[in-house]
């Protein structure tokens, strides 16, 4: 009998590009999938349970074996650092971490303030710079930092760059590209491993399409 896999997803632009991607790898999400608002889904014909979660916390589940796999972003695993394995580059919901500020910002000042929501990922990218700086969390709005003087600078995620644009703020540099990972528990990758490799290799059939089609 083929497990029942548990899958620990976000909410959003990475949860619809997912799903679509796990429809075309054969797996029957019902049509009204997206849209349910219900944080626990059944997806019995898909063999599968979706725990529908924040995208900090899906590392934690899958981490801590409440689900089995789970889908989230290089971001999220750089400043999360959690005892997973990932197994797949699923190609979705590309975009980057960036350093940015207003124009003209002061870029040599000693210890300057960055903003971010990644101060593990912000930290370790001027160290490697051999830049001291003093990074201040936030968890939400980064973009406001640098407007009301709380920061020097702010890393954040870039995806077109409207938000920055909006905001009066330009692009100093890219530290990373950011796409999205499947992960799985340790030991879920033991148990289920038939049903996990089925799902992997369906998964990179779709992905592998994908880019020879570009």
Partial sequence: MTAVLTVAMPKGRIFEEA???????????????????????????AGMRFILAKPM?????????????????KDVMIEEERDVYEVLDLKISTCYLAVAGLPGGIKDKVAPKVATKYPEAASKYFREQGEQVEVIKLNGSIELAPLIGLADRIVDIVSSGRTLKENGLVEYEKIMDITSRL?????????????IHTL???????????????
């Fill in 19 to 45: 799903a679509d991607m796990l429809r075309e790898a054969g797996y029957p999400l019902p049509p009204e999938f997206e849209d349910n608002r219900k944080l626990i889904v059944e997806a019995p014909e």
């Fill in 57 to 73: 916390d899906v590392p934690v589940y899958v981490e801590q074996g409440v689900a089995d796999v789970g889908i989230a972003g």
């Fill in 183 to 195: 992960i799985v528990n340790p030991a879920s990758y033991r148990l289920y491993s038939d049903t």
């Fill in 200 to 214: 992997v290799e369906r998964l990179r059939k779709v992905t592998d399409s994908k880019e020879a089609a570009r």
